[in-house]
């Protein structure tokens, strides 16, 4: 299944749609967004150092200097000067993943404190640039439909087994005897809800067998973060609100995340967006598990022989700075040989499964997986483990042709735990 299909929509070019006649004072809104972004545009173009290039994942399959953080930055400088507006620009930031690579090799980031006064934000001009377009009538198909559906649905219109609406949405947990509610909430997001069920089925299980108590929402919506990331914040901010007021309704006091989409959208969007109202502690299994495995409450036992390397999520890994508890959890698992990618892990290899591309440019996102599949079978590795299920679908097809499975991390330690987990790995 191609990735265009096995997200719901038909391939198509990408096209700007006419622009409609919204309530909105396109060129106030233009300005306000200039008059924001400025500073951070001028930094980044009269540096000129353009580390940020060869680690962005775009950049080195397609080779388009219009498709670089550099130029995202230009573009908002050619904007203040009167030469560009967000028409001309907007179908270019659809070229980002928002992995974040940019920002770490950044000269703003490696000698920060030293001379350079600004914090470099190119995930958040991406975003900011979506937005504009979005609420000045601009918008790329794919992502239209895509929004549109979720917005009817509550859900993100992925396709699987399963069929995708609120009736369905924790079918994945069906006869795990877990409550509705409690302290400690259970966030499944879309892909693994419906498509990839094996995964929250693993996390569940794993968490039952350390003893943690937890339970579902009463009615979960989408997260709400690949709105934000492909410009339709109105709607994100429409579904935070749902679910925080959801989460509220039960007493929740901490949400456990498996998916590191979710962990952004709920560490980073919904403090922006609710300020202080927003004081739940969001906590990530992948931290949880290797604690447990720590103080002994979790021991894997049964081998697993196998060659595997690890793929870092990049909103894990680049963006949260979390890549030691994944290695922790696979070096404890006997019979694995684990060949590490690379030692510089921060700047690792993407999927180019995040920030909308695959679904508005899938062709893209295919040769980004390819591209790290290929560096996975340079380490001759029978197996790629991943932490995130939204990389995995693609990760999945690219790793086909070269025989390298895509395994979850936590499916792999339940198999070690002697736990039977079920559910379905997707289509493939």
Not at 144 to 173: C, F, I, M, Y
Not at 269 to 283: C, M, N, S, T
Not at 354 to 372: F, H, V
Not at 409 to 428: F, P
Request: net charge negative.
């Amino acid at each position: 299944m191609s990735e265009h299909h096995a997200h719901g929509t038909e391939p198509s070019s990408i096209e700007l749609l006419p622009i409609e006649l919204l309530p909105i004072d396109t060129a106030q809104a233009s300005s306000d967004f200039v008059d924001e972004w400025r500073n951070a545009a001028y930094n980044c173009y009269s540096s000129g150092h353009k580390f940020c290039r060869e680690v962005c994942p775009v950049m080195q399959v397609t080779r388009n200097e219009t498709w670089t953080p550099t130029a995202f930055h230009a573009n908002v400088v050619a904007m203040d000067k009167g030469e560009l507006d967000i028409a001309d620009i907007a179908e270019d930031y659809v070229n980002c993943t928002q992995c974040g690579a940019c920002e770490l090799r950044c000269p703003n980031t490696l000698m920060l404190g030293d001379f350079y006064r600004f914090r470099t934000r190119t995930v958040d001009l991406v975003k900011a640039v979506r937005t504009l377009a979005v609420d000045t009538g601009i918008h790329q198909p794919q992502w239209k439909t895509w929004n549109e559906l979720t917005d009817a649905r509550s859900h993100e219109p992925v396709l699987g087994e399963q069929p995708v609406g609120q009736d369905s949405v924790r079918e994945w947990a069906d006869g795990l005897d877990i409550p509705i509610g409690g302290d400690d909430i259970l966030f499944v997001d879309c892909e693994a809800a419906f498509y990839r069920t094996s995964v929250p089925r693993a996390v569940a299980q794993i968490l039952q067998m350390a003893g943690h108590e937890f339970g579902l929402m009463q009615e979960q919506w989408c997260c709400g973060g690949p709105a934000a990331e492909m410009g339709y914040r109105d709607q994100a901010m429409r579904f935070a609100r749902h679910n925080l007021d959801n989460w509220k309704a039960s007493g929740a006091k901490r949400i456990l995340v498996l998916d590191p989409h979710d962990y952004i959208s709920f560490t980073e969007d919904y403090p922006k967006y609710f300020g202080a109202e927003f004081d739940l502690e969001i906590v990530l299994v992948l931290e949880v598990v290797a604690e447990y495995i720590r103080s002994g409450a979790l021991t894997p036992r049964v081998a697993i022989e196998k060659t595997i390397t690890y793929h870092d999520p990049c909103r894990l890994n680049k963006r949260k700075g979390v890549w030691k508890e994944p290695r922790e959890i696979l070096r404890s698992i006997p019979g694995l040989t684990f060949n590490d990618v690379d030692h510089v892990t921060q700047w690792s290899y993407c999927s180019g499964g995040g920030g909308g591309l695959a679904i508005e440019k899938p062709e893209l996102t295919a040769l980004i997986s390819g591209a790290r599949i290929k560096k996975a079978s340079e380490l001759s590795v029978d197996t790629l483990v991943s932490a995130c299920p939204w990389s995995e679908r693609p990760l999945s097809a690219a790793g086909e042709p070269e025989n390298i499975d895509v395994v979850d991390i936590h499916e792999m330690l339940a198999e070690s735990l002697g736990i039977t987990v079920g559910g379905s790995r997707g289509a493939r």
